[in-house]
């Protein structure tokens, strides 16, 4: 069976969807492949089921919260930017709100919106989807050109152009399995290696039996291989069963994978960022003041969360049931400095089925970055999770996808009319 069509795009995430409508919005006949029941199975699960749509930072900030080749992402950024992706979404029935750290998020609080206004647009722009398909390889014209794709079935879909969109290694059971990445490279382009990112860390200290779901609002959290920093940041954490995640790990995670993935290095953990050593000092003195007569395991709950004060208490050296006015001035010193700097030791991240987004992939110089054109393949392009692009967490990486597929929809549409002369 033969299939053809003027614009293939592979897969239904944020970047093929976005793709598809972009192509679409341009006059192009696009025909969109998922594999799976669905269209937007990964955008339902991010921001745990509510979608962080994108960052509403100024546009030029954005490019400092990119890990991987952030000047890469100029044209596709300055061509399809945050704060018309907000417009995008608003201006189709998806009201959207801005909360903390300027990330966004649908008003109703549900993914399901996100995803709703892109399949009705794309019905509306008379995209045809089929889902329950499989892309088993692509093909390749005699003279290097794209061709179309072959599907598992045996099905060969013809098209002018073909983008592909379907993501990296995380997340898994949504679709993102990286085989696609494989057929690329066995085509000849080069991939930088796949790293999970915006993920958990794994301790050596087994603080999770201790810990588990204790969760620091501002600390500080520096990640260092020897004495080179590699993380410094400011925010929330959460202890697990195995180690340590939330927003400051995840972000943590994507530099450690950048520079220096499966090393062990060292978290140190700031307790009390707002106060120096000397103030941090004076504050647990007068704490030590108002509870002279108590043991020491009895004086820190003004301090501390209760969940972690057996275990400073362990790190100190000092005995729980010691008297606080028998406390020696330099056992308080350590105290003072352990609060500072409560180290732990990471043997390394989770996996892939845990990682939000994946670090890697197609080698970016391999690409047109005004076009996402493979430079490699004449006719194919390449968006979202797919290229070594990423993000910090806060709505950057899901902003590259929308991006990246807008960017390449267009310039595939465009290119089309340029062959057949009515540009």
């Known amino acids: 069976m033969k299939t053809e069509t003027e614009i293939l795009v592979v897969g239904a995430g944020a970047a093929g969807m976005m793709a598809a409508i972009a192509a679409a919005e341009e006059g192009a006949q696009v025909l969109l492949l998922e594999r799976n029941d669905r269209a937007g199975r990964k955008i339902f699960i991010t921001g745990k089921g509510r979608c962080n749509v994108t960052n509403a930072c100024d546009t030029e900030e954005l490019f400092s919260y990119i890990i991987s080749n952030e000047k890469f992402m100029y044209s596709a950024l300055y061509q399809f930017h945050n704060h018309q992706i907000m417009e995008f979404f608003e201006s189709k029935g998806?009201?959207?709100?801005?909360?903390?750290?300027?990330?966004?998020?649908?008003?109703?609080?549900?993914?399901?919106?996100?995803?709703?206004?892109?399949?009705?647009?794309?019905?509306?722009?008379?995209?045809?989807?089929?889902?329950?398909?499989?892309?088993?390889?692509?093909?390749?014209?005699?003279?290097?050109?794209?061709?179309?794709?072959?599907?598992?079935?045996?099905?060969?879909?013809?098209?002018?152009?073909?983008?592909?969109?379907?993501?990296?290694?995380?997340?898994?059971?949504?679709?993102?399995?990286?085989k696609m990445l494989k057929i690329l490279e066995h085509h000849g382009h080069q991939l930088v290696e796949p790293k999970p990112a915006l993920v958990p860390f794994e301790l050596k200290e087994n603080l999770g039996?201790?810990?588990?779901?204790?969760?620091?609002?501002?600390?500080?959290?520096?990640?260092?291989?020897?004495?080179?920093?590699?993380?410094?940041?400011?925010?929330?954490?959460?202890?697990?069963?195995?180690?340590?995640?939330?927003?400051?790990?995840?972000?943590?995670?994507?530099?450690?994978?950048?520079?220096?993935?499966?090393?062990?290095?060292?978290?140190?953990?700031?307790?009390?960022?707002?106060?120096?050593?000397?103030?941090?000092?004076?504050?647990?003195?007068?704490?030590?003041?108002?509870?002279?007569?108590?043991?020491?395991?009895?004086?820190?709950?003004?301090?501390?969360?209760?969940?972690?004060?057996?275990?400073?208490?362990?790190?100190?050296?000092?005995m729980p049931e010691k008297k606080v006015n028998e406390i020696t001035k330099e056992e308080r010193k350590r105290l003072v400095f352990l609060l500072k700097n409560f180290e732990m030791t990471i043997t390394g991240t989770r996996s892939f089925r845990e990682a939000i987004v994946t670090q890697g992939g197609v080698r970016v110089k391999e690409v047109n970055p005004s076009t996402m054109e493979s430079k490699i393949i004449p006719g194919l392009y390449l968006a979202g999770e797919m290229l070594d692009i990423d993000a910090v967490t806060g709505g950057y990486n899901i902003t590259l996808a929308w991006s990246t597929g807008h960017l390449a929809g267009n310039n595939a549409a465009w290119s089309c009319k340029a062959e057949k002369g009515t540009v």
């Open 94 to 178: 998806c009201p959207l709100k801005v909360e903390r750290g300027n990330r966004v998020f649908p008003v109703s609080d549900h993914s399901s919106d996100v995803i709703k206004v892109l399949t009705q647009y794309m019905e509306k722009l008379k995209v045809k989807v089929r889902y329950h398909t499989l892309v088993e390889d692509i093909l390749i014209g005699e003279e290097g050109k794209i061709k179309g794709v072959l599907l598992d079935s045996g099905e060969q879909i013809f098209a002018k152009k073909v983008i592909l969109g379907t993501g990296g290694l995380s997340y898994a059971p949504t679709g993102s399995d990286g």
């Open 209 to 318: 039996e201790k810990l588990q779901g204790l969760s620091l609002k501002n600390v500080s959290l520096t990640v260092k291989n020897g004495k080179k920093i590699l993380f410094q940041g400011f925010g929330e954490m959460l202890f697990t069963h195995f180690g340590i995640s939330g927003p400051l790990v995840l972000s943590a995670s994507s530099y450690y994978a950048k520079k220096a993935y499966g090393k062990e290095v060292s978290a140190v953990l700031d307790l009390k960022p707002a106060l120096d050593l000397e103030q941090l000092d004076k504050r647990i003195l007068r704490d030590f003041e108002e509870n002279q007569n108590k043991q020491f395991k009895n004086a820190l709950d003004k301090l501390l969360p209760a969940k972690l004060i057996p275990v400073i208490i362990e790190y100190s050296g000092i």
